[in-house]
């Protein structure tokens, strides 16, 4: 990691801007080197002196957060969070642009000091900066111009002949740097695809709606949040919702869940797998995307020794090699991917 950050803080409200600043410095290992109030002060900024990490805002005047995202990405790309507070359809959808446009994460501004979600919101801030400022970037999304040969891990497991299985249900788990693979996986399916996929992306409450109406003009099929007692069909994709625990029942139905003891994280990628594991063992795929910590790599594992199919990205191309790389460490997974050999994986199993 490295010793000091250089963070360029971009936001149009003086009040929100110093808040940033405030929590940014107050860390031993950051330095907050500028400030922008519009994103066009930011460009400029980052053509002068190169800021390791910038958090940027998305509604400013002259330039929007976008607008900079998309400039910055494309001549001197440096780690980018997206760092807003307004969940109006105008805002949300521009967030998207700028993750699609290679901004690495979504954070929600920190409440104040006097907030009883204050001391998480600000743990969860100086988290995200320190994991992102370590993130290599050459060019616009180079991560995924690569193909990555595909590679195995061997465990005792039940071996499965793939071509002979009927597949009935996808569950795909990810976090940090999630919608920019599940935008590139998901938009390569064809319009013919007709395995149900399941997804527990963790993000902030209040960009769900936007991330999938944002993949819905990206995809051939079906992306909608999930509703209790809903049943799968083909061709469509489910999205837990934020405040809930997503699992299937063996009639293919979702149950969503407030509370489940035993699970820290809501949406808990776990609890999903666990569900998954248990009802279709053979007959489920299991796969781990990009995201920090470990959710999910245990309960990947399960689902292997239950038969099912596993797989994980691959270091290459992840933001955060935490979730996919504690399944590798555990031999969870049949196999390590990058994003273009999942495509090809999955389309494969469909019949």
């Given at each position: 990691m490295?010793?000091?950050?250089n963070?360029?803080?971009v936001?149009d409200s003086?009040?929100?801007?110093?808040?940033?600043?405030?929590?940014?410095?107050s860390?031993?290992d950051?330095n907050?080197?500028?400030?922008?109030?519009?994103?066009r002060e930011?460009?400029?900024?980052?053509?002068?002196?190169k800021?390791?990490?910038?958090?940027?805002?998305?509604e400013?005047?002259?330039?929007n957060?976008?607008?900079?995202?998309?400039?910055i990405?494309?001549s001197?790309?440096?780690?980018i969070?997206?760092?807003?507070?307004s969940y109006s359809?105008?805002e949300?959808e521009?967030?998207y642009?700028?993750i699609d446009a290679?901004?690495?994460?979504?954070?929600?501004?920190?409440?104040g000091?006097g907030h009883?979600?204050f001391e998480?919101n600000?743990k969860?801030l100086?988290?995200?900066v320190?994991?992102?400022s370590e993130?290599k970037?050459?060019?616009r999304?180079s991560?995924?111009?690569?193909?990555v040969?595909?590679?195995?891990?061997?465990k005792?497991?039940?071996?499965?002949?793939?071509?002979?299985?009927?597949y009935?249900?996808?569950a795909i788990?990810v976090s940090t740097?999630?919608?920019?693979?599940l935008?590139?996986?998901?938009?390569?399916l064809?319009?013919?695809?007709?395995i149900?996929?399941v997804?527990?992306?963790?993000?902030?409450p209040g960009f769900?709606e936007g991330m999938?109406e944002w993949?819905?003009?990206?995809?051939a099929?079906d992306?909608?949040i999930a509703?209790?007692?809903?049943?799968?069909?083909?061709g469509n994709?489910?999205f837990?919702?934020?405040?809930y625990?997503?699992?299937i029942?063996?009639k293919?139905?979702?149950e969503?869940?407030?509370d489940?003891?035993?699970y820290?994280?809501?949406p808990?990628v776990s609890y999903m797998?666990?569900?998954?594991?248990k009802h279709?063992?053979?007959k489920a795929?299991?796969v781990?995307?990009t995201g920090?910590?470990?959710?999910g790599?245990?309960e990947?594992?399960?689902?292997?020794?239950?038969?099912g199919?596993?797989i994980?990205?691959?270091?290459?191309?992840?933001?955060v090699?935490?979730?996919?790389?504690?399944?590798a460490k555990?031999?969870a997974?049949k196999?390590?991917?990058?994003?273009d050999?999942?495509?090809?994986?999955?389309?494969s199993?469909?019949?």
């Amino acid at each position: 990691m490295k010793d000091i950050i250089n963070i360029l803080v971009v936001e149009d409200s003086s009040v929100v801007r110093d808040f940033l600043v405030f929590i940014l410095s107050s860390e031993p290992d950051m330095n907050v080197i500028g400030t922008a109030a519009n994103g066009r002060e930011a460009v400029e900024f980052v053509k002068r002196k190169k800021p390791d990490l910038i958090t940027m805002d998305i509604e400013m005047p002259v330039m929007n957060g976008m607008e900079a995202t998309r400039e910055i990405m494309s001549s001197i790309p440096v780690p980018i969070i997206i760092v807003t507070s307004s969940y109006s359809q105008s805002e949300v959808e521009k967030t998207y642009k700028a993750i699609d446009a290679g901004a690495l994460a979504i954070l929600a501004k920190p409440n104040g000091i006097g907030h009883k979600d204050f001391e998480k919101n600000r743990k969860e801030l100086i988290k995200i900066v320190r994991v992102m400022s370590e993130v290599k970037l050459v060019t616009r999304k180079s991560k995924f111009s690569k193909v990555v040969q595909e590679t195995t891990i061997n465990k005792p497991a039940v071996d499965i002949d793939e071509s002979k299985i009927n597949y009935k249900i996808i569950a795909i788990g990810v976090s940090t740097g999630g919608p920019q693979v599940l935008q590139k996986i998901l938009s390569a399916l064809p319009a013919s695809f007709n395995i149900p996929i399941v997804i527990v992306q963790h993000i902030p409450p209040g960009f769900m709606e936007g991330m999938v109406e944002w993949l819905n003009g990206c995809t051939a099929l079906d992306v909608s949040i999930a509703k209790d007692k809903e049943e799968l069909k083909g061709g469509n994709i489910y999205f837990c919702p934020p405040e809930y625990h997503l699992g299937i029942d063996n009639k293919m139905r979702v149950e969503l869940k407030e509370d489940a003891p035993g699970y820290n994280i809501k949406p808990s990628v776990s609890y999903m797998y666990r569900s998954v594991g248990k009802h279709f063992e053979k007959k489920a795929v299991g796969v781990l995307l990009t995201g920090m910590g470990k959710d999910g790599a245990e309960e990947l594992a399960m689902i292997r020794e239950r038969g099912g199919l596993t797989i994980a990205q691959d270091e290459e191309s992840s933001v955060v090699y935490g979730m996919p790389g504690e399944a590798a460490k555990l031999g969870a997974c049949k196999y390590i991917m990058s994003p273009d050999k999942i495509v090809e994986k999955l389309i494969s199993l469909n019949k």
